[in-house]
């Protein structure tokens, strides 16, 4: 990748450079974890990267399930997309007031949803606001653009597909989790669930393939994380999370080393942990 041919991350200089071209959208996707007391939209209308859009991912959602933010109808992702003005042509950038969390959730989605031109904001706000670089409080003037939607089903697993994989190791799942909750040491975040992880799989704790400022790690250390994992990367990958958010970091770092045969378990462990009948384990992998 080079930075004038963005296929997955571009840095802040970039997006500096290229805030005004006609057919670029900025998302802003931040979403905080439940009992954060934080409210993303509420931060996004009181400062944001100039002309970015609120990307709502508990709104732009399955709302017929349990489970949450799951991956939208296609007829719902498309008629919010039109909403906000983003659609074909479109050279898409989202990022998030994390650094690099939420916003590769939404890379994911525009993925899943057969959309090519979309890349992560390496190291999202705190990067751009460290640089000094300017925000405001306006939102920007909405035109409706069409937008075409191949959905790629391969991207996406469902707890079938995963038990599958689980019991035959044809995949290697892979858990973005912190070391804590993957062994079964720490309660997980949201009421009801059990501790551990799927059987089998291994378990790389997102935090660990990005820098200290937030931004990704280069190839050759982002390769190094996932084999001292255990990770085999000749295999396809499932990759799995709490709740569909952090995995997306996974796959984002995949596609970098040029991992392309990838899916993400939407459900994850929100629904694992939570069906009696699924098996669980605990410790190290």
């Not at 994380?225 to 799995?240: N, Q, R, S, W």
Request: hydrophobic fraction near 40%.
């Amino acid at each position: 990748m080079t930075q004038d041919d963005p296929k997955t991350l571009v840095s802040t200089e970039w997006l500096a450079a290229h805030l005004k071209d006609p057919d670029l959208r900025v998302l802003d996707a931040t979403t905080f974890l439940p009992g954060t007391g934080r409210d993303a939209r509420a931060e996004y209308e009181a400062a944001h990267i100039p002309g970015a859009r609120f990307f709502d991912i508990e709104d732009i959602s399955d709302g017929r399930s349990d489970l949450p933010h799951m991956v939208p109808p296609v007829e719902k992702f498309m008629s919010r997309l039109r909403a906000m003005g983003v659609g074909d042509g479109h050279q898409v950038v989202v990022y998030d007031s994390h650094g690099l969390f939420s916003a590769a959730r939404v890379w994911w989605l525009f993925r899943l949803m057969g959309q090519e031109d979309i890349v992560v904001l390496d190291g999202g706000l705190p990067k751009w606001l460290a640089e000094g670089r300017p925000v405001e409080d306006m939102e920007p003037m909405v035109r409706d653009r069409h937008m075409t939607v191949r959905r790629q089903n391969q991207l996406v697993k469902d707890v079938t597909q995963v038990s599958a994989a689980s019991k035959l190791g044809d995949y290697e799942i892979v858990d973005a989790r912190s070391a804590g909750r993957f062994r079964g040491d720490e309660p997980e975040p949201r009421e009801g669930l059990r501790s551990g992880h799927i059987p089998g799989s291994r378990n790389v704790p997102f935090t660990e393939l990005l820098t200290a400022d937030g931004t990704m790690k280069d190839v050759a250390a982002l390769r190094a994380v996932f084999e001292g994992a255990g990770v085999d990367l000749g295999k396809p990958v499932i990759t799995t999370c709490g709740s569909g958010v952090t995995a997306a970091v996974l796959s984002l770092a995949l596609e970098q080393i040029g991992h392309r045969n990838h899916a993400l378990y939407d459900g994850s462990w929100t629904e694992w942990g939570a069906f009696p009948t699924l098996p669980v384990a605990t410790g190290d992998a």
